[in-house]
């Protein structure tokens, strides 16, 4: 009888199901975590802060994936850089739980190194196992098996997440994310046997060599590079990360042009159009990239989390409910919104007020001091995303498969620009919660979010997976791996210009005008490619 999957399939789906279990738990209270006071058991840092760290360790984890996968190529094989990268990440995940900065950061870097081997490997040997005769034509299918695995486990991890969070603390979220990883590392082990057959090193070819070579002495340059910027007093930009981050990423930028000046006229049109689309999807993950930080903080503060009172008790029980207490706190700040404790002389001597989720409260929902209320958990919003790419991927495909059957499916530049144009009317979404609610003076329906995050999935959709498949269409065959570096670069720098964007924030005063300018920055970038459109669907038809 004929096998319909590969024997390895099932072994990396539940592999790569657990890995975005631990990745999306940790990332999910990330920002919380580095936000809450020390008297939460967090840093107490400030938003600016806290969304730089956030934004510098998602775009070097989009940095590292292609050095990992070029030294599995070469040198260490697929199989045991995944199980080290996965070993790393794990290790990474249960540091969090150490509350020291030392641990913090050491911790973080970790992460990067075992994602960077982890990540493009693991893909790499699922594509191995299609590649045989039985199973060349169903490659489609296992890949579309294989993200509704990682979907899934992003999805489910939240509410787990929520569970240890509220019952034990952050330490216990952090060690669940890496228990998680750590399972799927067994998961993998369990399997090895079925990819031994398919876990061959590439030799590189003569005319491959010179743009390895080239290619490591960029990012040794790069690096060196990076450090001067991060020893050096005085910024750039606003912090010494971000800094160190741009000034790596030039010398990566100019090999990239070098290849695009050096290549044969046949192949400029091809690297023209790519380059292009990277420069221009910068944007969309610019945006999209916000889940962690600008809306996370929507979430915590302005949005109604509040438990109707009968679901409390089962919510309670399952461990998905936050209980947060209505206690004056001791604050820094003598802004005329708290409450000031004044000496005889009339002297301010303290400052006080309730936490902030209280600040925008119905007054007539406000508790008494000292009273609890039980609210959703802010990280399960970040399973909102995960959910409709679940449920709207299978729709979408067979919606393009309709039009594909008439002859109208549209190109694949055009699924992205549409993509930029249905990312832009998310954050539309946003901007109505913002009126409605008299920028933030009342609570947030739910919904607001639910619908940002739909919308912005659909454009996700249509764009993300056709960044891939156009790399994988229009690459010369013997630059396919750097050009799929060059889409992880250009997926790394928009997911650290999120967090450039996000720190503006705090500075809008009128929140609205704070989505406007994401609004604005998506229709700059859907305009330059309706603008670009004709010329560039004509290279995909060739």
């Known amino acids: 009888m ?56 998602i ?9 990992g996968g070029l030294l599995a190529d070469l040198k260490l094989g697929y199989r ?80 787990i997440g929520a569970i240890f ?10 060690i669940a994310a890496g228990v998680g990883m750590f399972i799927g590392v067994i998961t993998f082990s369990v399997g090895l046997k079925n990819f031994a057959n398919v876990d061959v090193r590439k030799e590189p070819s003569k005319e491959d060599k010179p743009f390895l070579i080239q290619f490591i002495g960029v990012l040794l340059v790069g690096t060196f590079l990076a450090l001067i910027s991060w020893f050096t007093k005085g910024t750039i930009l606003s912090s010494e990360s971000s800094d160190a981050f741009f000034i790596f990423c030039l010398p990566v930028i100019f090999f990239f042009t070098s290849i695009y000046l050096k290549a044969s006229s046949e192949e400029k049109k091809p690297l023209g159009t790519m380059f292009t689309i990277f420069l221009i999807v910068i944007l969309f993950w610019t945006i999209f990239k916000q889940n962690g930080t600008a809306l996370t903080t929507y979430a915590k503060n302005y949005t109604d989390r509040s438990v109707p009172e009968k679901y409390v008790s089962t919510l309670n029980s399952l461990g998905f409910a936050e209980k947060i207490k209505a206690e004056n706190k001791e604050v820094d700040q003598l802004d005329e919104q708290f409450r000031k404790i004044k000496d005889k002389e009339g002297n301010v001597v303290k400052c006080k007020d309730y936490p902030p989720y209280f600040k925008n409260i119905d007054p007539n929902q406000m508790p008494k001091e000292g009273e609890e209320i039980n609210l959703v958990n802010t990280s399960i919003f970040q399973s909102i995303n995960p959910f409709f790419v679940v449920v709207l991927t299978p729709l979408l495909v067979a919606f393009f498969g309709f039009l594909r059957k008439r002859g109208k499916e549209p190109t694949t530049a055009s699924k992205i620009m549409y993509g930029l144009l249905i990312s832009a009317l998310s954050t539309l979404v946003m901007v109505a919660a913002i009126h409605f609610t008299n920028n933030g003076m009342h609570k947030a329906s739910a919904w607001w979010l639910i619908g940002c995050y739909g919308v912005i999935t659909v454009g996700e959709l249509c764009l993300s997976p056709m960044g891939l498949s156009m790399v994988s269409k229009l690459s010369p065959p013997r630059l396919t791996a750097l050009m799929m570096g060059a889409w ?47 010329r560039l669907n004509q290279v995909f038809k060739k």
Request: neutral net charge; hydrophobic residues 50%.
């Open 2 to 57: 004929k096998q319909k999957y590969p024997k390895g399939l099932f072994f990396l789906v539940f592999t790569e199901f657990w890995e975005r279990f631990g990745y999306y738990l940790m990332i999910g209270i990330f920002t919380l975590y580095m936000t809450a006071d020390a008297k939460e058991g967090g840093f107490g840092w400030d938003n600016e802060k806290a969304y730089d760290i956030f934004g510098t360790f």
């Open 59 to 67: 775009a070097a984890a989009y940095l590292t994936p292609f050095m």
């Open 80 to 159: 045991f850089s995944i199980i080290l990268g996965g070993a790393l990440m794990g290790i990474g995940y249960c540091m969090l739980a150490i509350h020291q900065e030392w641990a913090f950061y050491t911790s973080l870097f970790i992460m990067v190194i075992g994602n960077g081997f982890f990540k493009p490997n693991i893909s790499t040997l699922l594509g191995n196992l299609y590649n045989s005769p039985e199973f060349k034509d169903k490659k489609d299918s296992g890949y579309n098996i294989f993200y509704m695995g990682i979907n899934l486990g992003a999805f489910i991890c939240n509410f």
């Open 165 to 174: 969070l509220n019952k034990i603390g952050w330490n216990g979220a952090f």
């Open 488 to 534: 992880s670069l250009a997926t790394s720098i928009g997911n650290k210009t999120s967090s450039e964007i996000a720190k503006f924030w705090d500075k809008y005063d009128n929140k609205a005008d704070y989505f406007w300018l994401n609004f604005g920055l998506l229709m700059l970038a859907f305009l330059i490619m309706l603008f670009l459109l004709k």
